[in-house]
């Protein structure tokens, strides 16, 4: 079912805000506030989720686009975190099966590497045991273990032999998923929105500013800025629930609570052509400079490097616009091109880069940033505001689950009577956009969609939008100029953009284009402007902007762009062809 939400119902909504009174009022609109919402509405409960930003703006639409176990954490003998992680992930892949599909990992083994062949023997059963072992929702394929001569045959273009860590000995073989991380949030609130009608709302770029409270002291309400117009308006409700990731010391320190709970650390990503690498296959890697792990993840035409983990301590408090550096690059680089010697990867191969932070808990003892617990706290201030914090964005669904019982349990909240509501799992169940590939083909075929556009685009409009994708492929149909692509070789094209524009809430192109689509770290960054015109021009008519308002909306974009790849711009002619070694 796909309700509009465009910037009229948002208006609306902000309008309709004053004379309601929520369950709950979700400040922070990411993976962790989306999940909340999902499980208010399924609960019979009304939220209002403010976020300050877009929806997805930060931490959750700059991960390594995976929901993964974590075959890491096995190292530390974190299994209950492992146990978690990998029961959320076998539930989103079997529930949400266009968004969150399954991906080979290869951990391999050298002579002088780390990671000992013992090691990645135990490591791979091990994962597989925990994935399974009462699960109702399985792993998506056995863990094997293969040797040096098959990897030769499977991966063809990883190198076994004469690497600077020696030959490789064997490799283990295991499944974790991939994922679009922005456009399951987004659905996740579509969804939040779709089951609770007309009693719930979510409101991007609506900054909490302060708080209202009762005549105990207790926060009953927040005072809100739309930051678009600058309107100020307030939302009143039953209880007030922070889910603001890295910012979420901010948000509670207009409420007096001074202790600092978040331990930032950033995380980069550097994206290159998959054919300078080669890998089929995702590869779990194990940084020469510090031993901590990172990814090769292939995703289509491209492979995703990384990601790093630094404390992150900005030169402000803004923690809006974390860039990668030259030496966040250089570190992911060097690893990969002595793992794969062939690859001599250098700064001309960059497509894009892009970097978050991680709202991790402040962990008395921790060490290394990778140390530091993934697991998430719910804890309270002295006003009554609920914070829930940390975690990973796999087990969102879980931490929301969490936050809900335990705000019952603590009286913030009336107890279920319905004895569904009052069910753990009960938001184990399929997405209502989700569609098997051979349930979409099927619709597509039976309403002779399947000619309409070429077999790339039918897959990205499958894999990114699942029910919404006919939609988008209905009006291609109607209007067939409407499914050119907008960039020569890349699947984006009128139809699409105006599907967003209906039913996503999306005032700003750089919404579109870093958290709506892929586009800002799919496709070149020299190619970037081409494409934010085109974009632009479709959203100028929609919205009737102004020249100056679209201009200053493709600035804004190029801007965010050329930050992101600032460390290429400054090196010198050489040293962009020079592999990083």
């Not at 685009?457 to 919404?468: A, D």
């Amino acid at each position: 079912m796909q309700s509009t939400w465009d910037l009229t119902r948002r208006s609306r909504d902000i309008d309709a805000v004053a004379s309601n009174y929520y369950d709950l009022i979700i400040i922070g609109g990411g993976i962790t506030g989306a999940g909340i919402a999902r499980e208010c509405a399924l609960r019979g409960l009304s939220f209002c989720l403010l976020e300050k930003n877009d929806f997805a703006f930060g931490t959750s639409s700059r991960s390594s686009k995976m929901f993964h176990g974590g075959m890491r954490y096995l190292t530390s003998g974190d299994f209950g975190l492992v146990r978690e992680s990998t029961s959320e992930r076998n539930w989103l892949r079997c529930h949400f099966s266009n968004l969150v599909r399954p991906l080979g990992f290869v951990y391999p083994s050298y002579q002088n590497y780390k990671a000992k062949p013992h090691m990645v023997r135990i490591g791979v059963k091990l994962y597989d045991i925990i994935s399974d072992w009462f699960n109702e929702f399985k792993n998506y394929r056995k863990a094997k273990i293969f040797k040096k001569d098959f990897i030769e045959e499977f991966e063809p273009a990883i190198t076994t032999e004469d690497t600077d860590l020696g030959s490789m000995i064997l490799a283990g073989f295991y499944y974790d998923t991939n994922c679009d991380d922005a456009r399951i949030t987004l659905e996740t609130i579509k969804e939040s929105l779709n089951y609770s009608g007309n009693r719930s709302t979510a409101i991007n770029y609506a900054m909490a500013f302060s708080y209202t409270r009762d005549s105990s002291g207790k926060a009953r309400g927040v005072k809100v800025k739309d930051t678009l117009n600058g309107q100020e308006f307030q939302v009143k409700g039953k209880c007030v629930v922070s889910a603001a990731g890295i910012w979420t010391d901010q948000v509670l320190s207009e409420a007096d609570y001074d202790q600092e709970r978040i331990y930032p650390t950033k995380g980069v990503h550097v994206v290159v052509p998959n054919e300078r690498v080669g890998n089929r296959n995702a590869f779990s890697l194990i940084s020469i400079d510090d031993g901590r792990f990172f990814f090769i993840l292939p995703r289509g035409k491209v492979s995703i490097i990384g990601t790093t983990d630094t404390a992150y301590y900005p030169e402000s408090t803004n923690l809006d616009e974390p860039w990668c550096k030259k030496e966040d690059c250089d570190y992911l680089l060097r690893t990969v091109n002595k793992m794969v010697p062939h690859a001599r990867l250098t700064y001309n191969d960059i497509i894009a880069t892009f970097a978050g932070i991680r709202p991790l808990i402040r962990q008395e003892g921790a060490g290394h940033e990778s140390e530091v617990s993934r697991r998430h706290e719910i804890f309270e201030t002295g006003e009554g505001i609920v914070a829930i914090a940390g975690g990973k964005s796999t087990t969102y669904r879980r931490m929301a689950e969490d936050l809900l019982f335990y705000l019952v349990e603590h009286k913030y909240l009336d107890r279920f009577t319905d004895d569904t509501h009052s069910r753990r799992n009960l938001s184990k169940k399929p997405f209502q956009v989700s569609l098997t590939r051979k349930e979409f083909d099927r619709v597509v075929t039976g309403r002779k969609l399947d000619h309409e556009v070429h077999p790339d685009m039918l897959e990205h409009f499958y894999r990114q939008y699942g029910q919404g994708g006919i939609g988008i492929l209905e009006q291609i149909k109607t209007d067939p100029h409407s499914g050119t692509p907008l960039l020569e070789g890349y699947p984006h094209c009128r139809a699409e953009i105006l599907y967003i524009l209906k039913h996503e809430c999306v005032p700003r192109l750089i919404d579109v284009l870093c958290r709506r689509t892929e586009a800002q770290w799919m496709i070149w960054h020299h190619r970037q402007p081409e494409l934010a015109e085109a974009v632009a021009e479709i959203m100028s008519a929609h919205y009737d902007w102004s020249e100056e308002e679209r201009d200053a909306q493709v600035k804004e974009y190029l801007d965010y762009i050329a930050n992101t790849v600032h460390f290429i711009s400054e090196a010198s002619p050489d040293e962009r062809s020079r592999p990083v070694c």
